[in-house]
């Protein structure tokens, strides 16, 4: 890496998406524009204002193609045309350009590993038969044992359970087995097929020609499979996992970055990448692959201070040779709200540990989530925020067994409460009974049930609000357009419950995540609190912004 272009770089302008803020829209969930309980890309189109207001630089919409939503739009079956649900590809296509006029850019989500197996590969790959070259873009395999009634592999699904399914050949006898790391109505493509490759290659350009600033890439270190299919040794060596990680995908992302550096102005590549290994996760943001990628890590680690301390200076210290920024993400459309994740005893997050009725006290939770919101937005990087967040929503907990969607939940039968508790319809307004998700003349309930005291959280209700979670983001973003520019960080000295840190122009954030109150430093100008202050100190679960 050339001096100068690290992590540590200090310029005055330096690429937008180095320290943007992007907000992610799971479209389904934002705003209803024509009343059949399901969001849209009018309704977004409605509330781009209300994005600019915020402070967004980008928006990150979740899978917004033609899906049969087995698993929330990521099986998608045609990769260049709009779910009819939401919309048409001239509405994208404007909502791109009259964003784009509010300084807003555009991140659609492209999901390499899987398609819909309502995609029009997967159908003919099944009508063509055992040996064709339709089938040859998937992993078409047959069983094991004398009949092949047994799966190729015991790989275990991210969303529990097989990960192969027995097809039925044209002659109505039991025929070869397919592979899907997630739901079955996800058939997994097969990345050694170079049509697969041209393919998504091709998507990529179909996107930025239509003025996408960027693609967030899913699951992205699934692609690739080991062909000889072995099973998953106890404790695969880096690279050795025969569906996780594969040395093959960096040439993959390769190809792409020079598709999105063929373009003139700087398109880029966002990866979803869930590796523990930080030196394995760095491989992926070298100069000539993705520019960023999801830091999940943060987002898993509990309310503690030594705990997101070392979560911070691992990040840091992962990113720092690679000269790519780190991103902060609190939550998303996959995990547990922050105000009841923090609300809990155990604070941290894991997919694993999720089950239902664990207690949160979601006071303490929203101000620790008011806090954590400081503390992010003032780390160096860029920094995502999922659609409610801002307006401090809870985890939806008590959804009828009967009206939950997630995939993760029925296939776990029924032990996980899933991921439909974060997607539940946003509160606009007090207007009607949707609180103003839909319009008043509703025709349709929304997909999703909502809270009784939804209204009460809404956007309209939030804005008189002063003291609000939305008043917080709203100040806090303004206040890191002007302040946190450059990557420059250093901690400063703090008893060992307080995260302090100098950012440029002395500016410092100083977070309390003990359980007394501590000195503020003096003399210092008090940019931004995260809660009320007690005259010099510091209180627990509090974040402020100092001028020092
Ligand atoms: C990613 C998405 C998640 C989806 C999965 C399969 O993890 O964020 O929502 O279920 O990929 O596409
Ligand atoms: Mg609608």
Redesign the pocket.
């Known amino acids: 890496m050339r001096p100068g272009a690290g992590g540590r770089r200090n310029v005055t302008n330096p690429p937008w998406w180095r320290n943007a803020v992007i907000y992610q829209v799971y479209v389904r969930s934002f705003a209803d524009s024509d009343g059949d309980g399901v969001g849209d890309l009018e309704g977004v189109r409605a509330r781009l204002g209300y994005l600019a207001d915020l402070g967004a630089d980008a928006i990150w919409f979740?899978p917004w193609y033609p899906s049969p939503m087995a698993?929330?739009g990521?099986?998608v079956a045609d990769y260049r045309s709009i779910e009819p649900a939401f919309g048409t590809l001239e509405q994208a296509e404007r909502l791109i350009v009259e964003a784009s006029g509010l300084g807003l850019r555009t991140i659609v989500d492209v999901?390499p590993?899987?398609v819909s197996s309502a995609h029009p590969w997967f159908v003919e790959a099944l009508a063509a038969g055992p040996g064709s070259p339709a089938r040859q873009k998937f992993w078409f395999h047959s069983g094991k044992g004398p009949d092949g009634g047994q799966m190729p592999t015991r790989w275990v699904s991210?969303?529990s359970g097989d990960t192969w399914t027995r097809t039925v050949n044209p002659d109505g006898r039991p025929g070869e087995w397919y592979l899907h790391l997630?739901t079955p109505q996800?058939p997994d493509l097969n990345w050694s097929n170079p049509q697969v490759r041209a393919e998504h290659e091709e998507i990529l350009r179909f996107w930025f020609d239509r003025g996408v600033a960027g693609v967030r890439i899913?699951?992205a270190a699934m692609p690739v499979k080991d062909p000889a299919l072995p099973e998953v040794p106890a404790r695969p060596e880096p690279g050795a996992h025969p569906f996780i990680d594969r040395d093959e995908l960096h040439d993959i992302y390769r190809a792409w970055r020079a598709v999105a550096d063929s373009y003139p102005d700087e398109r880029i590549l966002v990866g979803?990448l869930?590796l523990e290994d930080v030196e394995r996760f760095a491989r992926y943001l070298r100069p000539d692959e993705m520019h960023t990628a999801f830091n999940f890590d943060f987002m898993a680690r509990p309310w503690e201070a030594k705990e997101l301390r070392a979560s911070i200076e691992a990040t840091l210290a992962a990113h720092a040779p690679t000269g790519a920024p780190a991103t902060w993400v609190l939550s998303?459309?996959?995990v547990t709200r922050p105000v009841t994740r923090y609300g809990r005893a155990d604070s941290s997050f894991s997919f694993a540990a999720k089950r239902f009725g664990v207690p949160s006290d979601l006071d303490r939770g929203t101000r620790r989530a008011r806090a954590a919101a400081l503390l992010v937005a003032a780390l160096p990087g860029s920094l995502y925020i999922y659609q409610g967040d801002e307006l401090g929503l809870p985890e939806v907990e008590d959804i009828p067994a009967e009206r939950r969607q997630d995939?993760?939940h029925y296939r776990s039968g029924g032990r996980d409460p899933g991921?439909d508790g974060c997607r539940v319809p946003l509160p606009w307004s007090a207007s009607n009974p949707t609180a103003g998700f839909s319009p008043d003349a509703a025709i349709a309930e929304p997909w999703l049930p909502q809270p009784a005291d939804w209204a009460a959280r809404s956007v309209e209700q939030q804005e008189n609000e002063p003291d609000s979670m939305l008043a917080l983001y709203r100040a806090a973003l303004r206040t890191r357009r002007t302040e946190l520019l450059t990557d420059d960080f250093s901690w400063l000295t703090s008893s060992a419950d307080v995260l302090a840190f100098r950012r440029p122009a002395n500016f410092v954030c100083m977070v309390n995540l003990g359980t007394e109150p501590v000195p503020l430093p003096e003399p210092a100008e008090l940019l931004l609190a995260s809660g009320p202050l007690a005259e010099g100190f510091l209180p627990p679960d509090t974040a402020a912004w100092l001028r020092h």
């Open positions: 979740t698993d929330g990521y099986d999901v590993n899987h991210s969303f997630f996800q899913d699951s979803e869930w998303n459309h996959d995939p993760m991921r």
